[in-house]
C-alpha cells in the first residue's frame, strides 16, 4: 500500500463461486469489499492470500480478462471521446479491429439506445445514465462471457436505472454471466438469482434470493372485488382453520413503480 | 502479435488524439508567432548573423517548447490515468501491462515528433522568408545570392531536428519510468529534471571514474559509475549547437547517436514495464 501508509484488510476468508449464466449480486454498504472483491477478479489487485480464477484462468491473466467485461462505479471514461469513438477504443484494446469491429458498435451502440446522433456526441455532454449506457456498451464490445457491473445505477434517475436493469436481464437471456455490487437493495431483488453480503470484507450471507427471502411459513393471495362482509366470514374461517392472519389490507404499488407509471410513455423508455 | 499491435495503436493514437482535443498544439502558434516576430528583430546584421540568429532562435525554442510538452505530458501519462482513474477501464481489458506503457509512450513520442516536425517546418519557412527578403535587398551579385541561399538551405539542420526529436524522446522516456513509481506528478517532473541535469554533467562522472586511479574513493568511485551507467549523456547532443554554429557533422555521428537514444529508451521502457507490472491499481 505504499511507503508511511498502513495497510488494510479489505477483504478477508471471502469464498465465493458464481455460475455460468446466472446474475449474481454483491451486497454491502460502503466500505465492505464490493469493489475490492472486483478487482481482484480483474486481477488489478492482487490478493495476499488464496487465488481467483475466471471460467479457469488464474485472474489477471489475459486469458481471464479476456471472458471479462468491466463497468466501474464512477464513469472514468477519457471525456474526450465520444460514445463511439470509446466503444471503438475499448475493442481496440481488447484486440479488435476493421469491419468486424465497427459492425459490433453499431449493434451496440443500438441496444443502449445511443445510436444515431447521441453517439457522436462528446461523452463530456452526456448524462449519467447515458455514460453508464455508453460504459455498458464498452464492457461488451469484446463480447465477454461475463460482465462485471460495479454499482450500475449509482447516481442514474429511476428511468435510467429502469433500462440498466432491462439490460442485465437481456444480457442474462443472452446466456452471459452478470456480477453486479449495489446497495440499492430493491434493484438487487428485481434482477439477481444469487446474492452474497458482505461486511467489512467479510461474508455474512450467500444464497438464491428465493431461498433468502421467502417466508416460507406464510402464504399470500391478492384478490379483487371482496366484500368488508365475506372478509369478516374470510377471517373467520382462517381462525377457525387454525392459520394466523399476520397481515391484512389493500397492498401498495412500489414508488419506483408508480413514478415510471406517472411518466409520459416516450419518457419512461 | 497482430493483436499486440492493435492495442498497442489503440493506447499510442488515443493518447495523441487527447492531446491534440485538448489543444496541446496550440503552443505551436505561439512558437510561429515568435519566430516571426524574431525574424524582423536584428536586421541591422550581416545576413550571416542573421541566419544564426534566427537559426538559434528556432532551435532554442524548439527545444524548450518540446522539453515542456514532453515533461508535462510524460509526467502526466500514468498519474493522470491513475487519477482520473480511466486505467482501470483500459487494464481490465485483455491488454499486457507493458503494451498499455508502450502505446502511452509511442503516443507521446508521435505527438512530439509531430510538434518538432511543425516547428521545424516553420523555422524552415522563416529561413525561406528571409532568404527572399535578403536576395532582393542584397542579392544583385549572384556571388552573394548564392551565399544566402547556402547559409538559408543548409541541409545538415534535418541532422539538427532529427536530433532535437530523439533527444526529447529520451527525457520522455525517462518522465514516463519515473510516473510508473510515483503517483505525483510533482516527483516525476523533479526527478526527470534531475536526471537531465546530471545527464549534462554524465561525462564528467564517467571521466572522473576512468581516470580516477586512487584519487576518488571507492565509494564514490562506484556512485559515479552508476551515474555513468544509468544516467543517459545528454551531453551527446550537443552535436546540435555544433550545426547550428555552422560546424561540419557528419551523418555516422548523428545516427549513432540516434542508436544510443534508442538503446536507452529501450532500456527505459522495458524497466518501467517490469515496475509497473507489479503495481496495484
Sequence with gaps: ?269 | MMGSLRRISAVASNTFLEAVRQKVFAVLLVFGLVLIYGANYFTEFSFQEQFKFLKDLGYAAISLTGLLVGLLGASQLIPGEIERRTILTALCRPLHRWEFIVGKYLGLAVLLGVMVGVMALAVGGVLGWKEAQLVAREGSDPAVAAAIQKEARDPRLLQAVLLVEVKLAVVAAVAVFFSTVATSTTFVIAMTLMVYLIGHLQSVAREQWLESGEVVQAGAKLFLAAVAFLVPDFNLYNLIDEIIAGNEVVWRSTLEVVGYSVVYIAVLLTAASVVFEGRDI
Design chain 1, 1 to 269: 500500500m505504499g511507503w508511511f501508509r498502513g495497510r488494510v484488510l479489505a477483504l478477508e476468508g471471502l469464498d465465493m463461486e458464481v455460475q455460468r449464466g446466472e446474475v449474481f449480486g454483491l451486497l454491502g454498504p460502503n466500505g465492505s469489499g464490493k469493489s475490492t472483491a472486483m478487482k481482484m477478479i480483474l486481477g488489478l489487485l492482487r490478493p495476499t492470500s488464496g487465488r481467483a480464477e475466471v471460467c479457469g484462468f488464474r485472474a489477471g491473466t489475459i486469458a481471464a480478462r479476456r471472458q471479462i467485461g468491466f463497468l466501474p462505479e464512477n464513469p472514468y471514461f477519457p471525456n474526450f471521446l465520444t460514445g463511439m469513438e470509446l466503444v471503438r477504443y475499448y475493442g481496440r484494446l481488447s484486440g479488435m479491429g476493421g469491419s468486424v469491429l465497427e459492425k459490433r458498435i453499431q449493434e451496440l451502440m443500438e441496444l443502449v439506445r445511443l445510436g444515431g446522433e447521441a453517439g457522436k456526441r462528446p461523452l463530456r455532454t452526456y448524462s449519467k445514465g447515458m455514460l453508464q449506457r455508453a460504459g455498458l456498451a464498452g464492457a461488451m464490445v469484446g463480447d465477454p462471457e461475463i460482465l462485471l457491473l460495479d454499482e450500475p445505477t449509482a447516481g442514474v434517475d429511476p428511468a435510467g436505472s429502469r433500462e440498466i436493469r432491462d439490460l442485465i436481464l437481456e444480457l442474462r437471456g443472452r446466456g452471459k454471466t452478470v456480477i453486479f455490487s449495489s446497495h440499492l437493495l430493491e434493484q438487487v431483488e428485481d434482477v439477481a438469482d444469487r446474492v452474497i453480503i458482505l461486511h467489512r470484507g467479510q461474508k455474512l450471507r450467500e444464497g438464491r434470493l428465493e431461498d433468502l427471502l421467502t417466508r416460507k411459513k406464510e402464504w399470500e393471495v391478492s384478490v379483487q372485488g371482496l366484500k368488508e362482509a365475506d372478509r369478516k366470514e374470510l377471517r373467520g374461517w382462517l381462525e377457525k382453520h387454525g392459520a394466523e392472519v399476520v397481515r391484512e389490507g389493500a397492498p401498495r404499488e412500489r414508488l419506483e413503480d408508480y413514478f415510471l407509471r406517472s411518466l409520459p410513455e416516450e419518457k419512461r423508455r
